[in-house]
């Protein structure tokens, strides 16, 4: 099961309990991820004062607690982020907490639960992948949204359950994969320009980089405009070349090669479109250049990735890296993006750079 929903924090499956039936009280489950933050498991009785969750932040376990014995918020256990498969396991004993880690526990917390079959709320629901309540009323907000696999999961007392919602899911587990972002055809994401890095002012200068591991088929990579016009300056993916435009006016192209770093530097007067040695440099008119500037004062001034609105594209993409002005974007902080992007993961190159079809 895949537990990224899309940027928001809808889980992608709720299972409800029984409590009063309630004879295991344990929960395990086998765990994937490169993205080291967001809610693996939310579990409640009553979100406003008894509830439960299990997520990771900097790639480690957290748990956060509020119950009627407790209020708890900890870290615990090694960086679980590596894209390896993790056997984790929650357990109730008695009054205790237990987090194990493959095989070994990492953390038990003592006199923070009471038996869960005496609960006075007999209902418990357990919801994978993110939150029943608003990120706000967690003791410590995190980014929900977790580009995660789970296996092999076992969730308390399969007798005690009584129903289970779950989403489609449309992307399969079983597929190998490396770090990076993966846009399949058709997604797209955007960014408000003031909440990225910002240009330099004196001279006026800005740069975005994109490691690019994998591409196929035709569409957009890039474009800076608006909503309403959103291509003022775009760069284009067409015949393993990438073809950097302004609005309406001609482009250049640039052979696109799989693993290096393509660079896209604005200045007052041209844009540079750069990959190792190899540059173009397309002259910006006077019109167009003013344009492009007054997109960083805009308040619709975006970064666009991937497919434009309305347009139909074939192109899919793995990034490694997106940069701007020399720091890393985190796809979790658009403004918005499609369900289907991976935000941390791709799937993994067969070693010529094609291996897009899943």
């Not at 972002?181 to 006026?204: K, S």
């Not at 658009?334 to 899943?358: E, F, K, M, V, Y």
């Amino acid at each position: 099961m895949h537990l990224s929903n899309g940027p928001g924090q809808e889980p992608v499956s709720i299972m409800i309990f029984n409590l009063t039936k309630i004879t295991k009280t344990s929960s395990s489950f086998e765990f994937r991820t490169w993205d080291p933050e967001g809610v693996i498991f939310y579990g409640d009785t009553n979100p406003k004062d008894d509830w439960f969750m299990l997520g990771l932040r900097d790639g480690r376990l957290e748990i956060q607690l509020h119950n009627h014995w407790a209020q708890i918020t900890v870290g615990a256990g090694p960086r679980l982020d590596d894209g390896r498969w993790h056997q984790v396991e929650v357990k109730i004993l008695g009054d205790s907490l237990l987090l194990g880690v493959n095989g070994e526990e990492v953390l038990r917390l003592r006199q923070v639960s009471g038996p869960l079959d005496k609960n006075p709320q007999p209902i418990m629901r357990i919801a994978l992948g993110g939150l029943l309540f608003p990120v706000s009323s967690l003791r410590l907000p995190l980014v929900p949204a977790l580009d995660a696999c789970l296996r092999q999961d076992n969730w308390l007392d399969p007798q005690a359950q009584t129903s289970v919602s779950a989403r489609t899911s449309l992307r399969s587990c079983a597929i190998e994969s490396q770090p990076g972002i993966f846009f399949p055809p058709g997604t797209h994401a955007e960014f408000n320009l003031q909440d990225i890095p910002q240009p330099h002012a004196e001279p006026w200068a800005f740069s975005l980089e994109l490691g690019i591991q994998l591409a196929v088929g035709s569409g957009h990579l890039l474009a800076l405009g608006t909503p309403e016009n959103p291509s003022w300056l775009s760069l284009h993916l067409q015949n393993q070349k990438v073809v950097l435009s302004s609005g309406s006016g001609p482009g250049l192209d640039l052979c696109l090669v799989l693993g290096l770093p393509l660079q896209l530097t604005l200045a007052v007067s041209n844009v540079v479109l750069s990959q190792g040695p190899k540059q173009e440099i397309l002259a910006l008119p006077p019109v167009g250049l003013g344009s492009l500037l007054n997109l960083w004062v805009h308040p619709q001034g975006r970064l666009f990735l991937g497919a434009l609105p309305g347009e139909t594209s074939s192109a899919s993409f793995c990034l490694d890296s997106l940069w701007a002005q020399d720091q890393r974007l985190d796809m979790d902080q658009a403004l918005s993006r499609s369900r289907d992007i991976w935000t941390h993961s791709c799937p993994q190159s067969s070693g010529n750079g094609t291996d897009t079809t899943h």
